[in-house]
């Protein structure tokens, strides 16, 4: 089933071109189902790809989606040209009077400020208070997820010394938990972070629950206990070339890097990256969407009141 967004938008002929079957307005607006509104906060320099990559995960479901993108107002984006966000991307000041099925809130290349001296730290905070009452659930992606475990969990970030860089082995810690049906016992993830959080804070809160983790990248999945909050530490989302273009980006900073774990084949970056990761990552947002959006989220979404936190809930956590 499709996923419904701008008829213009970049995104829109690259996920055709792959066979990927996306909505026009004119056609969704013919069909008397209601698509699942997610708001996709995109705090990635590079929106165009994020927004694509993102997208692509989200494509893969029998549900129809209508996304919507949103930018930080207090930062301004200096890789994405101002008519495309003029085009396809909305403000927080936009959108708060609006309730959405669920929000994504993306990683940024800030891992190393502390939270509050991130020039949108007020505005990302607001965000996150606001989606409490106007969003079923929250699904936080790498430096989003460390920031929105911190704001509202207490959780804190530490220093790695050294960028985790590469595509690491992971394993399920909650086998029974449906975000992770259909992974293999251990499965692989590209993470690229100089910070991370650790496991025994979120094992000692009461709140909070490790789903997935990996013993050289530590955390990779938490989530919280009532199931509206969702913390991925890596980025399933990779394209096969990402962590390529970020390793020769490093290089030709002159930052110290190595070449990123179990990614080029003998470790020789001559030779193309091979993909380990593409079929965990799609299952992660396809069991996000359908068991903790889809048959959870309210109908009627003024059905998030005011103060409301708990909602309907499905039968399992």
């Given at each position: 089933?499709?996923?419904?967004?701008?008829?213009?938008?970049?995104?829109?002929?690259?996920?055709?071109?792959?066979?990927?079957?996306?909505?026009?307005?004119l056609?969704?607006?013919?069909?008397?189902?209601?698509?699942?509104?997610?708001?996709?906060?995109n705090?990635?320099?590079t929106?165009?790809?994020?927004?694509?990559?993102?997208?692509?995960?989200?494509?893969?479901?029998p549900?129809?989606?209508e996304?919507?993108?949103?930018?930080?107002?207090?930062?301004?984006?200096?890789?994405?040209?101002?008519?495309?966000l003029?085009?396809?991307?909305?403000s927080?000041?936009?959108?708060k009077?609006?309730?959405?099925?669920?929000?994504?809130?993306?990683g940024?290349?800030?891992?190393?400020?502390?939270?509050?001296?991130?020039?949108?730290w007020?505005?990302?905070?607001?965000?996150?208070?606001w989606s409490r009452t106007?969003?079923?659930?929250?699904?936080h992606?790498?430096?989003?997820?460390?920031?929105?475990?911190?704001?509202?969990?207490?959780?804190?970030?530490y220093?790695?010394?050294?960028?985790?860089?590469?595509v690491?082995?992971?394993?399920v810690?909650?086998?029974s938990?449906?975000?992770?049906?259909?992974?293999?016992d251990?499965?692989?993830?590209?993470?690229?972070?100089?910070?991370?959080?650790?496991?025994a804070?979120?094992?000692?809160?009461?709140s909070?629950?490790l789903?997935a983790v990996?013993?050289?990248?530590?955390?990779?999945i938490?989530?919280?206990?009532?199931?509206?909050?969702?913390?991925v530490?890596?980025?399933?989302e990779?394209?096969?070339?990402?962590?390529?273009?970020?390793y020769?980006r490093?290089?030709d900073?002159?930052?110290?890097?190595?070449?990123?774990?179990?990614?080029?084949?003998?470790?020789?970056?001559?030779?193309?990256?091979?993909?380990?990761?593409?079929?965990?990552?799609?299952?992660?947002?396809?069991?996000w969407?359908?068991?903790?959006?889809?048959?959870?989220t309210?109908?009627?979404?003024?059905?998030?009141?005011?103060?409301?936190?708990e909602?309907?809930?499905?039968?399992?956590?």
């Amino acid at each position: 089933m499709p996923i419904r967004i701008p008829d213009s938008l970049p995104a829109t002929s690259i996920l055709e071109s792959e066979n990927i079957f996306v909505m026009t307005e004119l056609r969704a607006m013919h069909q008397d189902i209601r698509p699942l509104r997610i708001l996709l906060l995109n705090l990635m320099p590079t929106k165009i790809v994020t927004e694509t990559q993102i997208l692509r995960k989200l494509s893969n479901t029998p549900l129809q989606l209508e996304i919507e993108l949103m930018q930080t107002a207090s930062h301004t984006a200096k890789n994405v040209s101002e008519q495309h966000l003029e085009n396809f991307y909305t403000s927080f000041d936009d959108i708060k009077d609006e309730r959405f099925d669920g929000l994504i809130i993306t990683g940024a290349p800030v891992e190393r400020l502390d939270f509050e001296d991130v020039d949108y730290w007020d505005e990302l905070t607001a965000i996150m208070a606001w989606s409490r009452t106007n969003v079923y659930s929250t699904f936080h992606i790498c430096w989003g997820a460390q920031a929105g475990i911190y704001y509202h969990y207490g959780i804190p970030k530490y220093d790695l010394g050294k960028k985790l860089f590469g595509v690491f082995d992971h394993r399920v810690a909650k086998s029974s938990s449906p975000l992770v049906r259909g992974f293999d016992d251990v499965f692989r993830a590209p993470h690229s972070r100089y910070t991370e959080v650790h496991a025994a804070d979120i094992e000692a809160h009461p709140s909070l629950e490790l789903i997935a983790v990996s013993d050289e990248a530590g955390v990779y999945i938490a989530k919280s206990t009532d199931s509206r909050d969702f913390f991925v530490f890596g980025h399933p989302e990779y394209d096969p070339e990402t962590l390529q273009v970020e390793y020769l980006r490093d290089l030709d900073k002159g930052d110290d890097i190595d070449i990123p774990v179990n990614y080029y084949p003998e470790n020789d970056p001559c030779q193309a990256p091979v993909t380990t990761w593409r079929s965990h990552a799609q299952l992660l947002y396809t069991n996000w969407l359908n068991y903790y959006v889809y048959q959870s989220t309210p109908y009627d979404l003024n059905a998030l009141a005011e103060g409301e936190r708990e909602g309907s809930r499905p039968d399992f956590d």
